[in-house]
């Protein structure tokens, strides 16, 4: 049971002066709507439980001032829920608490749900209409509103926006928290630290808000495979960032995504020994909105995140929108992601909502799926883009929901070469606008180039490449870099080095591979000409493989792949 709910058990007598003056609130006629159709503002989990609704309190003149802390705006908030509560109670419309008297949980018109940390609102049920107009009436509500239900926005830029060679200029991540609000993640596989046991080396803490009190850990494909992905993609442009993970699916109703939020703004200095919480990536929303959506839960809580240190991004959502975006992206406090093509002709099957096709997919493109608007602020690249599968291995994922882990692991990136962009949402902006690279099809906006942004060169024709090493004769002893990884078995592969790509000047690449007696794991090169294309193979019967290579400059990577069994292997790789 949450905070939340142990709040309502211990309610306590406070005087409620401040209540009398204040007239009675208005009701969002969604909420109406939600009753006629029963549909929506319900989960799946909901169908008898009546309509969502978040109450917001009107604030004395006292309350209108803001907190000196977040823990001081906590208490504040607490007592007036306490007071809002205990009124409720006094009308007939809560189940009656520890004090005992008044209705049962069968009687009640409103059930409590959920109490916000920092926002003046409770969230619970509503049976029917007459009991939203006696919520309403009451002194202290300012309005009453559904507590929408949001999605998940489903469906090779590191590369294309610098972010690799950025990473092997020490700027990846390093010091910064990332707080991923999404559905359940696969702990167990190795992107996300291979433990359930938190922190381990990647996840340093987390909470299931949805399922209180359950598991953030699944390895249900249908549960985890989004989460699983969106989290790895940060880690992937961002690979020493640590990684907060919360889940919010599928009761990803707005109070309890700004619930999500509320917990990084508490724990914003870091849990369980990981970095302090700087960013918060959401690939989800809900709604349709031709401008700003500055009011409610989300845009509270996000702006509290704000004035925290605290960066919020979201995706823009994936109707193909030209002049709209979902909520929370739409909101001022927030970071809103659209999407653009990562390669020309890149790998597209059409999926829902937007259903639309485009035959000449260009990079750099916005990508027809992806919501737009005045309010949208940056891009960053998608589609296919490879990332932890749940239940192991890797996968494609595409839509905004990619492009906004990697807008976030690229803040991440930021952070870790410049402090002082912490919270500091306008001059991200100003730097990501000033240094992007121009977007086809959405004028005046800019997908995100790192590289440029922290000065190491542009994304796309690399920097200055580094010093890399000498070549070295091959013998028994490394002379490069030694990584190491493991298959689980036919068909599953790795990246190498370290998951990511790396940008050389021309010369000669080389590697060695020792896999396995009793399996068979080949060996490929690959380069970055527009799309990925193997440059060399070794492919013996065996998993002893070797390549060298000689290439002009460019991006590199190198694929280890799994023929046939399972085992660790070493890979000693030298570039020019």
């Not at 790895?232 to 999500?260: G, T």
């Not at 290439?551 to 570039?575: A, D, F, I, N, T």
């Amino acid at each position: 049971m949450q905070r939340v709910m142990i709040r309502a058990i211990f309610l306590v007598l406070l005087s409620a002066t401040w209540l009398t003056s204040l007239t009675a609130g208005e009701i969002d006629p969604a909420v109406f709507q939600a009753f006629k159709s029963k549909t929506r503002g319900l989960a799946a989990s909901d169908d008898n439980a009546g309509v969502r609704i978040v109450v917001h309190m009107k604030k004395s003149e006292a309350r209108q001032e803001a907190a000196e802390s977040p823990e001081a705006l906590a208490d504040d908030v607490f007592r007036a829920q306490s007071e809002l509560l205990q009124t409720m109670e006094g009308a007939g419309l809560i189940e009656a608490s520890a004090r005992g008297g008044g209705l049962t949980a069968n009687q009640a018109s409103f059930k409590v749900e959920l109490l916000l940390d920092y926002q003046y609102a409770v969230a619970g049920y509503a049976v029917n209409e007459e009991a939203v107009k006696k919520l309403a009436a009451l002194d202290a509500v300012d309005r009453v509103d559904l507590d929408n239900l949001n999605e998940m926005f489903t469906v090779e830029g590191r590369a294309l926006t610098g972010s690799d060679t950025a990473a092997s200029q020490g700027k990846a991540g390093q010091g910064v928290g990332v707080a991923v609000i999404d559905s359940n993640f696969d702990l167990l596989h190795s992107e996300l630290g291979s433990s359930t046991n938190l922190p381990n080396s990647v996840v340093k803490g987390g909470y299931n808000f949805s399922s209180d009190n359950n598991s953030i850990h699944s390895r249900n494909l249908n549960d985890c495979y989004h989460g699983t992905g969106t989290a790895s993609i940060v880690r992937r442009y961002a690979p020493s960032s640590h990684i907060y993970a919360l889940v919010v699916f599928p009761n990803a109703y707005d109070s309890v995504i700004a619930n999500a939020i509320n917990w990084c703004v508490t724990n914003r200095n870091g849990v369980g020994g990981g970095s302090p919480i700087k960013v918060i990536s959401m690939s989800l929303g809900g709604g349709q909105y031709s401008s700003t959506c500055n009011s409610g839960l989300m845009h509270t809580a996000s702006g509290n995140a704000l004035s925290n240190g605290i960066l919020v991004v979201a995706a823009s959502g994936n109707d193909g929108w030209g002049s709209s975006t979902a909520s929370p992206s739409c909101s001022t406090n927030v970071i809103s992601v659209g999407s653009v093509w990562d390669e020309n002709n890149a790998t597209y099957s059409p999926f829902p909502p937007a259903y639309c096709n485009d035959s000449n997919r260009q990079v750099n493109e916005r990508t027809c799926y992806s919501n737009t608007s005045s309010v949208l602020d940056i891009y960053a690249p998608s589609e296919e883009v490879i990332c932890a599968r749940c239940g192991g291995g890797t996968a494609p994922l595409g839509g905004t929901s990619s492009a906004c882990p990697a807008a976030a692991g690229m803040i991440a990136q930021l952070l870790s070469h410049d402090g002082s962009y912490a919270g500091n949402k306008s001059s991200v902006l100003s730097l990501f606008q000033s240094t992007g690279t121009n977007v086809i099809g959405d004028s005046g906006k800019k997908r995100i180039d790192i590289l440029a942004a922290i000065g190491g060169g542009t994304g796309g024709d690399g920097g200055d490449g580094g010093d890399g090493g000498d070549g070295g004769d091959g013998g028994t002893t490394c002379q490069g870099t030694t990584h190491s990884g493991s298959l689980s078995g036919t068909g599953d592969y790795d990246y190498q080095p370290n998951g990511t790509y790396y940008y050389s000047g021309s010369g000669t690449h080389s590697a060695t591979l020792s896999g396995p007696s009793n399996a068979d794991f080949d060996l490929y090169l690959w380069k970055w000409t527009g799309r990925w294309t193997v440059v060399a193979r070794s492919e013996s019967a065996t998993s002893s493989e070797s390549i060298t290579y000689n290439g002009s400059s460019g991006y590199y990577m190198w694929r280890v792949y799994s023929y046939s069994g399972s085992g660790s292997y070493e890979v000693c790789l030298q570039r020019p």
